[in-house]
Structures are given as C-alpha cells and as structure tokens.
C-alpha cells in the first residue's frame, strides 16, 4: 500500500464527507489519518464472511488479506488487497474496490458496515 493510495482515499473520504454529511466517512477517514502504516488493520475475507450477510456494502479501513473463504456475495472497499482476497471476493460474485472507488460509487453511505 502506497503512500499516494492512502492520500488518495484521504481525500476522496474527506470531500465524501464534506459533500454528504455522513459519518461513516469521517470515522474511516479519522483511523486511516491516526494509524501509522503498520498499525493499519488488517482483515481477512474469513472474518468479513462471518460477519456480514449476503448483498452487504463493507469498509475496511486497511488491507484485506485471503486467508478464509468467501461464500457471500459482497462488495468490499478496502485501502488494498491481497491477490487471493482479491480473486476469493470475485469468485464468490462480489466487488473488491479501493476505498476511493468504494466512495464514489456509494456516496451516500446508507447500508455500508465498517470491519476493522
């Protein structure tokens, strides 16, 4: 995880905010300027699979790692991912997006659930 993809996804939650109001964005944003990179959360698609339900919109404000399996459909913004977390989300029919793809694409953050 570069540097320029944190900024990236900094600014991209701060004008989300600023334009929406909504504090999903502000929180994610908040933990991602306050954790140093190896402090950054890591979570694997096991984890996420257990805790959300089919059709779920979720935010990880780290990296998502593979280990685990995937059987529901979900779409997953996360600052990165590994290769196979990636494949895994894909195969199970769901979307693995940078957080600032996540964001533009679910603006107004209604039914998004933050893991990490």
Request: charged content about 30%.
């Amino acid at each position: 995880m570069s540097a320029q993809s944190r900024m990236y996804a900094l600014k991209s939650l701060r004008k989300a905010y600023r334009e929406t109001g909504r504090p999903m964005w502000r929180a994610v944003r908040k933990l991602l300027e306050s954790a140093s990179r190896s402090r950054i959360p890591r979570v694997n698609v096991g984890r996420i699979d257990n805790l959300v339900s089919d059709g779920d919109l979720v935010i990880v404000p780290g990296k998502v790692l593979g280990a685990g399996a995937v059987n529901k459909k979900v779409v997953v913004g996360a600052l990165s991912f590994s290769r196979s977390a990636r494949e895994k989300i894909v195969e199970a029919g769901g979307e693995a997006l940078r957080i600032g793809e996540f964001v533009s694409k679910y603006r107004d953050a209604k039914g998004v659930k933050m893991i990490g």
